[in-house]
């Protein structure tokens, strides 16, 4: 029998609720993102996702979470915003 991941994304105050309220619990595996390195003001962050084939590129911190998020997949170019003359496609970071 397959098991199926399901993935979703919480802010940080959402996943503390969840955990207040029994929701989760120390077991679970959540993914952190938005919240905790928007908050601390990384200016860009890319996250690859294998499972999708593609780049997330999230922009523009704020305290809540991040302005600009951009799904990227196979041919896609892709430009660092400290680096402007670096640029990659999408596909030449997946395995």
Do not use: H, K, N
């Not at 991941?5 to 619990?25: K, S």
């Not at 999708?52 to 196979?74: F, I, K, N």
């Amino acid at each position: 029998m397959a098991v199926r991941l399901v993935r979703r994304r919480f802010t940080v105050d959402e996943y503390y609720r969840m955990a207040e309220a029994g929701i989760l619990d120390e077991d679970d595996r959540v993914e952190l993102l938005e919240g905790v390195y928007a908050r601390y003001g990384i200016g860009e962050v890319w996250v690859v996702d294998l499972q999708r084939r593609g780049v997330d590129v999230y922009r523009t911190p704020a305290p809540d979470g991040y302005r600009s998020v951009q799904r990227t997949a196979g041919g896609d170019l892709l430009t660092v915003e400290a680096l402007p003359d670096l640029a990659f496609q999408a596909q030449d970071l997946l395995i």
